[in-house]
Nanobody
């Protein structure tokens, strides 16, 4: 089992920045690809981005490419989502996820989910 806990959400103005963290505990998280998803009321959870085991490879949804950056620190069992140039449409609950399969992670079927953290972009 892997437990994931997100933090860092909050209210930010359009154009601002925010950094989310995902702290993992349990099994060695360095065995898992990790990623971020987000969800707004009435909509399906959508892929934001993912990072491979080593932290070398990342890929992102087109809607956040160039504005968001994912990184991880395996020594601290933590993944990060640096969000910049935030827009109101980025408002959502953000979830981190971990998966032994990067492919299953990409399609939103990870092995583990966090509980989510709210990000609100508003003036």
């Amino acid at each position: 089992q892997v437990q994931l806990v997100e933090s860092g959400g909050g209210l930010v103005q359009p154009g601002g920045s925010l950094r989310l963290s995902c702290a993992a505990s349990g099994r060695t998280v360095s065995d898992y690809a990790m990623g971020w998803f987000r969800q707004t009321p009435g909509k399906e959870r959508e892929f934001v981005g993912r990072i491979d085991i080593s932290g070398t490879y990342t890929d992102y949804a087109d809607s956040v490419k160039g504005r968001f950056t994912i990184s991880r620190d395996n020594a601290k069992n933590t993944m990060f989502l640096q969000m910049g140039s935030l827009k109101p449409e980025d408002t959502a609950v953000y979830y981190c996820a971990a998966c032994l399969s990067a492919t299953r992670l990409r399609v939103g079927a990870p092995d583990f989910w966090g509980q989510g953290t709210q990000v609100t972009v508003s003036s």
